[in-house]
């Protein structure tokens, strides 16, 4: 199994500044055929089920605001928030979507400072 | 607009069984996959295992935790996929969700499934 690990576990931020998680996984996710990493991230806020927010690494879902990107490639992937707002108040996880059994990483909680 | 409605949670003894269900609109059922995701009180996302598509040969494929116990099928004529739970533990008590697509692109509101004596 292809494990994800996360980190910090949780970091606080002040309003307006930038936020960075990592994420690294224990084999790589890019598929040499098609040069692609299959690696995404979620934002999952209380209460609610979680939101894909990035995908194939750095590519923002439809909607997402452009203070979130996602970069990295092959094992080690950054998720990076800037201009923080209250309402990214939330846990963050990646998730690698390469091969079965799929995985998460154990979360980053992002507060504000 | 894209929904997953997910029924059938609740409380059972270990043991038991439950089947859940996840009714799926505004979007083309048939050319999606379907992945089931848990999360225990707390703790964090647990991929459960996932049905792909006809054009993919119904392929299933599960997290080794629920391997030959829990069994995902779909209807296709219905827009609704399944999660028939047995020989349940303590240790599967957690929110189930269903999700569409690779990666999850849209979820369910989820489900509590208490597993207790």
């Known amino acids: 199994d292809i494990v994800m690990t996360q980190s910090p576990d949780s970091l606080a931020v002040s309003l307006g500044g930038r936020a960075t998680i990592n994420c690294k996984s224990s084999?790589?996710?890019?598929?040499?055929?098609?040069?692609?990493?299959?690696l995404a991230w979620y934002q999952q806020k209380a209460g609610q089920p979680p939101k894909l927010i990035i995908l194939w690494a750095s590519i923002r879902e439809s909607g997402v605001p452009d203070r979130f990107s996602g970069s990295g490639s092959g094992t080690d992937f950054t998720l990076t928030i800037n201009n923080l707002q209250a309402e990214d108040v939330a846990v963050y996880y990646c998730?690698?979507?390469?091969?079965?059994?799929?995985?998460f990483g154990g979360g980053t909680k992002v507060e504000i400072k | 607009e894209v929904e997953l409605v997910q029924s059938g949670g609740g409380l059972v003894q270990p043991g038991g069984s439950l089947k859940l269900s996840c009714i799926v609109s505004?979007?083309?059922?048939?050319?999606?996959?379907i992945h089931w995701v848990r999360q225990a009180s707390g703790k964090g996302l647990e991929w459960v295992g996932r049905?792909?598509?006809?054009?993919?040969?119904?392929?299933?494929a599960y997290a080794p935790s629920v391997t030959g116990r829990f069994t995902i099928s779909r209807d296709d004529s219905r827009n609704t996929a399944y999660l028939q739970m047995n020989s349940l533990k303590t240790e599967d008590t957690a929110i189930y969700y269903c999700?569409?697509?690779?990666?999850?692109?849209?979820w369910g509101q989820g489900t509590l499934v208490t597993v207790s004596s």
């Open positions: 084999q790589s996710v890019l598929y040499s055929s098609n040069n692609e990493n299959y």
């Open positions: 505004g979007l083309i059922f048939s050319d999606s996959s």
């Open positions: 049905i792909r598509t006809r054009t993919n040969n119904y392929a299933i």
């Open positions: 998730q690698q979507y390469y091969t079965t059994p799929l995985t």
């Open positions: 999700a569409s697509h690779d990666p999850f692109d849209f």
